[in-house]
Each structure stands twice: as C-alpha cells, then as structure tokens.
Nanobody
Framework: QVQLVESGGGLVQAGGSLRLSCAASGSIFSINAMGWYRQAPGKQRELVARITSGGSTNYADSVKGRFTISRDNAKNTVYLQMNSLKPEDTAVYYC?????????WGQGTQVTVSS
C-alpha cells in the first residue's frame, strides 16, 4: 500500500506560478513511477507529467515548457513546478503512484487560475 498526500494548490492569476508537492509513504520502495494528473469540471482526468524511478519524464503537450516534474528521493516527495499558468490549467490536480499494475491516488488539490 502507498499513501499519497498532496499540497500546494491555490488561487493564482494568469502568468503566475505554483508548486505542488506529493509526499509518499508506505511501500514506496516498489513504486515504478509517479505522476500528476488533472481533472477539470466536465472533463476526463488527464496526465500532466510523469517521472519514472530512473528519472525519465514525460509531459502533456499543453504544459511542455511551462511545467516541470521533479522528485526528492530522500523526502519521498514529487513536485510539480507550474509556471506561466493559464486559466485553462484550472483543475483538481491528483498525484499518482504506479506499483506494478497497481495505481494509487492522492486526494487531489485544487488549482484555480484567474484571468
């Protein structure tokens, strides 16, 4: 079992920045990859960024060049640095951990970008 706790969401003006954090606990040694997903009202949950245990990253096209995912293995924490935020980035952001074929989710944190 893996437990995930997100923090760092909030309200920001367009063009601003936020950093999300996701602290993992439990059976963290078996995690293959961690990522951030988001879900806007009326839309499906979508991948924003993902980082593997080896450090490889991938991003949604809509956030490339603006968002950066990173991890601090000593703190068992994954971060999502979000710059140049746009109103269309408004969503609930969820942390995800992959353990083999299992997936674990955090409770989500709201990010609201005002125009």
């Amino acid at each position: 079992q893996v437990q995930l706790v997100e923090s760092g969401g909030g309200l920001v003006q367009a063009g601003g920045s936020l950093r999300l954090s996701c602290a993992a606990s439990g059976s963290i040694f078996s995690i293959n990859a961690m990522g951030w997903y988001r879900q806007a009202p009326g839309k499906q949950r979508e991948l924003v960024a993902r980082i593997t245990s080896g450090g490889s990253t991938n991003y949604a096209d809509s956030v490339k060049g603006r968002f950066t995912i990173s991890r601090d293995n000593a703190k068992n924490t994954v971060y999502l640095q979000m710059n140049s935020l746009k109103p269309e980035d408004t969503a609930v952001y969820y942390c995800n951990a992959e353990e083999g074929h299992m997936g674990y989710w955090g409770q989500g944190t709201q990010v609201t970008v005002s125009s």
